[in-house]
DNA sequence: GTTCTCCGAATAC
DNA sequence: GTCTGACTTATTCGG
DNA sequence: CCGAATAAGTCAGACGTATTCGGAGAAC
């Protein structure tokens, strides 16, 4: 298979493809799509639905087509009211799969859902069906009717809350429960519920006693469905309404210190040994004495305190940021602790994560117990064989452009968003403007995935990542923008009230290219060439790379079969990258002279360390990055074992290092590693080979990781400051700034 | 009262 | 961003 | 042909640099 021998001749790691999943089905004018975050969201919603004064959204809002990440994502489309969707079942989407996995059992999804209430099926079906199945309502209405016979049949028997336990086999939700119907679910049952998923580490185990909590909410409070799936995903809003706490660890550490007694460094010093201030927390409580006792804390109440605080901005906001919080740590008791201050810290740490929530929120829904293995089978082709395309995979920021409009585009609404759902509109008022060089007249509303990058106008040159990152973040006006960005289109996602996202590449890129210009400097479709030997690519790589891109997109083109459309495209996205192959990106090696403790499942063993390159020159040792990275558990253990022997009390004083960095336990120079790098980069944080290519500026590296130790060399003879700096010089990018004179600041224009 | 500096947070990669 | 590790799912292989 | 072994695919969570933003508090 093509893939396979793509990926074996170039030696890459397992494919990261960037994956194209996106289904978008749009009603009239209406650019709009919900990524699986908003599917998640609205399937709530329609539990809460007769609750529901709900905080309607804006129905104009745009959103983001989440379409480059590994997960399966739920995407739906939705008629731009969502309220419809709620009610209305024939506009539920086909949901539209996620994973090349299910959704190549596209043809086969009748048969699917007939199954699936009888037959074992896989998870992804199951998924799916969590979006298609329907009326919600339906179902809650089922286990209500349920709840009403347990009440008749025979009294509940109320578990006590402490007893309450979700991963019970054949768990009933409203008899294990911990409270009755229509109560507020106790803070408590989420706290004991996550416990429980965090001792479990297979998915399908989580999955069910995730899921069996929410049938209990379902069943019991459905109102508070919503702020459940949202602790346990600890997010407050979907994410494109980027909704943040703006707390962390310093400040959490604080508040615990005051509450409890103890000095910050206290309290610092305890969550290093264990590497999670949840617990310090829950001990911390635990043995405190407390004059009175507060009221048991209730789940949505917590939920809506943490969006207080995420609401809270000013004067002085801190501050009360920390007072709410206090208020609530005070009132929580055991367990509520450890998990109270983790949603804090914004990472609960207990193995689950969207997909899995999503997961139990389809299999809570449907009632339907998942079982692994399954009937159906699809035949997984990846790159047919010279049916691939590669296209340069450009060094800048992900921006997908929504342009809505029906008989003309509505430009005033058009929309860019990042890689993350974030809504960059602001942050790039140049290219909003100079949209309508971009669109050809029969252009009325269009989705565009591009790479904003960096360009130098005069030289017609690309400019590094870092120069890109300078840009002013949020309402930048025009004037006062020094970067100038060129976008390189590489995909059209939908056009003219058509999703695209079915149609095979070779359908969107020529679409793409007979309805768009290209405008020299502004607006450029993506370098592309079909290639059919591994020869082709690897000099296409080449010439990626000395073009200062990072390296390639190898995509499917595959045109003819209409049946392998989005099913097959998704799985073939590979990422190739020049520092993927061997010998040919950079290495380096390196001395070790500090540590830090690892957090989370690193506790107890350095989790990270300081890098230094030698400096014969000034006979010292220069910081040149931290590396957390490419190391085995294994490793770790050994290293950290190894790196005892050498550990010294204070820094050599011909350490040079930025006080930032400081290390939890220096080294004395002695053992080497090899570290691979993308790039290296200029530092205003590291002191390799400083004032060789820059004055103060010292260098660093790109997405460092741990190759191996390196026993045969000495310190000395470790990469010196000065290789490093012919290393910088030597990178394609550097070189072709250099080429070019390099014009007199702003006289951009 | 205003400005400057520092540092945590957020977000690109 | 990179990377490892645990787990699940698909495929292959030997009796 | 079936069950065990192995390969491949997913997901979560460790960790990286560099930049801007915004609040806090000191300096002016």
Same mark, same amino acid.
């Given at each position: 298979?093509?893939?396979?021998?793509?990926?074996?001749?170039?030696?890459?790691?397992?494919?990261?493809?960037?994956?194209?999943?996106?289904?978008?089905?749009?009603?009239?004018?209406?650019?709009?799509?919900?990524?699986?975050?908003?599917?998640?969201?609205?399937?709530?919603?329609?539990?809460?639905?007769?609750?529901?004064?709900?905080?309607?959204?804006?129905? @104009?809002?745009?959103?983001?087509?989440?379409?480059?990440?590994?997960?399966?994502?739920?995407?739906?489309?939705?008629?731009?009211?969502?309220?419809?969707?709620?009610?209305?079942?024939k506009n539920e989407v086909k949901s539209p799969p996620l994973k090349a996995k299910s959704s190549t059992k596209e043809s086969q999804k009748k048969e699917v859902t007939?199954?699936?209430?009888?037959?074992?099926?896989?998870?992804?079906?199951?998924?799916?069906?969590?979006?298609?199945?329907?009326?919600?309502?339906?179902?809650?209405?089922?286990?209500?009717?349920?709840?009403?016979?347990?009440k008749e049949d025979k009294k509940e028997v109320k578990v006590?809350?402490?007893?309450?336990?979700?991963?019970?086999? @054949?768990?009933?939700?409203?008899?294990?429960?911990?409270?009755?119907?229509?109560?507020?679910?106790?803070?408590?049952?989420?706290?004991?519920?996550?416990?429980?998923?965090?001792?479990?580490?297979?998915?399908?185990?989580?999955?069910?006693?995730?899921?069996?909590?929410?049938?209990?909410?379902?069943?019991?409070?459905?109102?508070?469905?919503?702020?459940?799936?949202?602790?346990?995903?600890?997010?407050?809003?979907?994410?494109?309404?980027?909704?943040?706490?703006?707390?962390?660890?310093?400040?959490?550490?604080k508040a615990i210190g005051q509450c409890t007694g103890r000095t910050l460094a206290q309290v610092r010093g305890a969550a290093h040994k264990t590497g999670d201030l949840g617990s310090v927390a829950e001990q911390a409580r635990a043995t405190q004495r407390t004059m009175f006792t507060p009221p048991?804390?209730?789940?949505?109440?917590?939920?809506?305190?943490?969006?207080?605080?995420?609401?809270?901005?000013?004067?002085?906001?801190? @501050?009360?940021?920390?007072?709410?919080?206090?208020?609530?740590?005070?009132?929580?008791?055991?367990?509520?602790?450890?998990?109270?201050?983790?949603?804090?810290?914004?990472?609960?740490?207990?193995?689950?994560?969207?997909?899995?929530?999503?997961?139990?929120?389809?299999?809570?829904?449907?009632?339907?117990?998942?079982?692994?293995?399954?009937?159906?089978?699809?035949?997984?082709?990846?790159l047919d064989s010279k049916k691939f395309t590669c296209e340069w995979k450009y060094d800048g920021e992900r921006a997908q452009i929504h342009v809505p409009g029906d008989e003309q585009p509505d430009l005033g609404r058009a929309a860019i968003f990042s890689r993350n759902q974030e809504n960059n509109t602001s942050k790039y008022p140049d290219i909003l403007r100079r949209l309508p060089s971009l669109l050809k007249g029969d252009v009325s509303s269009c989705v565009l995935d591009c790479e904003a990058v960096a360009y130098d106008v005069r030289n017609k040159q690309i400019l590094p990542f870092q120069v890109l990152s300078t840009r002013k973040r949020k309402d930048a006006s025009e004037a006062e923008i020094k970067v100038q960005v060129c976008v390189f289109v590489f995909d059209l996602l939908y056009l003219n009230g058509r999703a695209l996202v079915r149609e095979p590449l070779a359908q969107r890129?020529?679409?793409?290219?007979?309805?768009?210009?290209?405008?020299?400097?502004?607006?450029?479709?993506?370098?592309?060439?079909?290639?059919?030997?591994?020869?082709?690519?690897?000099?296409?790589?080449?010439?990626?790379v000395r073009g200062s891109c990072e390296g390639l997109m190898v995509k499917t083109l595959n045109g003819e079969h209409a049946k392998y459309d989005i099913a097959r495209r998704s799985h073939n996205w590979l990422k190739l990258k020049k520092d993927y192959l061997d010998g040919?990106?950079?290495?380096?090696?390196?001395?070790?002279?500090?540590?830090?403790?690892?957090?989370?499942?690193?506790?107890?063993?350095?989790?990270?360390?300081?890098?230094?390159?030698?400096?014969?020159?000034?006979?010292?040792?220069?910081?040149?990055?931290?590396?957390?990275?490419?190391?085995?558990?294994?490793?770790?253990?050994?290293?950290?074992?190894?790196?005892?022997?050498?550990?010294?009390?204070?820094?050599?004083?011909?350490y040079r290092f930025e006080g930032a960095h400081s290390p939890d336990a220096w080294f004395a120079a002695a053992c080497v590693w090899e570290i691979r790098c993308a790039d290296l980069s200029l530092s205003p944080a590291h002191r390799a080979a400083a004032g060789l290519v820059d004055a103060d500026k010292g260098i660093s590296l790109r997405f460092p990781r741990f190759v191996r130790v390196r026993d045969d060399k000495s310190p000395?003879?470790?990469?010196?400051?000065?290789?490093?700096?012919?290393?910088?010089?030597?990178?394609?990018?550097?070189?072709?700034?250099?080429?070019?004179?390099?014009p007199k600041e702003d006289d951009f224009y």
């Open positions: 298979m093509a893939q396979r021998s793509i990926k074996s001749f170039f030696k890459v790691s397992p494919p990261k493809p960037i994956v194209d999943k996106t289904e978008i089905q749009v009603n009239g004018d209406e650019v709009a799509a919900l990524n699986g975050k908003e599917e998640k969201k609205k399937k709530v919603k329609r539990q809460r639905i007769e609750s529901s004064e709900s905080e309607s959204e804006s129905t @104009n809002e745009q959103i983001p087509i989440k379409q480059e990440k590994q997960s399966p994502k739920l995407y739906a489309s939705p008629k731009s009211k969502k309220k419809k969707i709620l009610t209305e079942n007939e199954k699936i209430t009888k037959k074992e099926s896989p998870k992804h079906n199951l998924l799916e069906k969590a979006v298609k199945v329907e009326p919600k309502e339906e179902i809650v209405e089922k286990e209500k009717e349920n709840v009403q016979q347990e006590a809350v402490t007893e309450y336990n979700p991963a019970k086999a @054949n768990y009933d939700p409203v008899k294990d429960a911990c409270w009755s119907k229509g109560e507020e679910v106790p803070y408590y049952a989420l706290a004991k519920t996550l416990e429980s998923i965090e001792a479990t580490s297979a998915r399908l185990k989580i999955v069910s006693i995730l899921s069996n909590y929410y049938r209990s909410v379902i069943a019991l409070t459905p109102e508070d469905l919503l702020p459940s799936v949202y602790l346990c995903l600890n997010q407050l809003a979907p994410a494109y309404h980027s909704l943040e706490l703006g707390i962390a660890e310093t400040y959490l550490m048991p804390l209730k789940l949505r109440r917590v939920f809506a305190a943490l969006k207080e605080i995420a609401h809270m901005t000013g004067q002085a906001s801190v @501050n009360k940021k920390i007072n709410k919080i206090q208020s609530l740590y005070v009132a929580s008791k055991n367990q509520e602790a450890k998990y109270l201050i983790r949603s804090l810290e914004g990472k609960l740490r207990i193995g689950l994560a969207e997909q899995s929530v999503l997961q139990a929120l389809a299999v809570a829904t449907a009632l339907t117990p998942p079982h692994p293995g399954g009937a159906l089978r699809d035949q997984p082709y990846l890129r020529r679409l793409l290219r007979t309805h768009f210009n290209a405008v020299e400097g502004e607006w450029q479709f993506a370098t592309s060439k079909d290639c059919s030997s591994m020869e082709e690519v690897q000099q296409f790589l080449d010439e990626a040919v990106g950079d290495t380096i090696d390196v001395v070790v002279i500090g540590g830090y403790m690892g957090r989370g499942k690193r506790a107890g063993v350095f989790g990270g360390f300081l890098l230094a390159c030698y400096d014969p020159d000034n006979e010292e040792y220069q910081s040149i990055c931290k590396i957390g990275t490419g190391f085995s558990d294994e490793d770790l253990q050994t290293l950290s074992e190894t790196l005892k022997a050498h550990q010294i009390d204070a820094p050599r004083n011909y000395e003879q470790a990469t010196s400051a000065r290789q490093v700096a012919q290393l910088y010089l030597a990178q394609d990018q550097v070189k072709n700034q250099a080429n070019k004179p390099t």
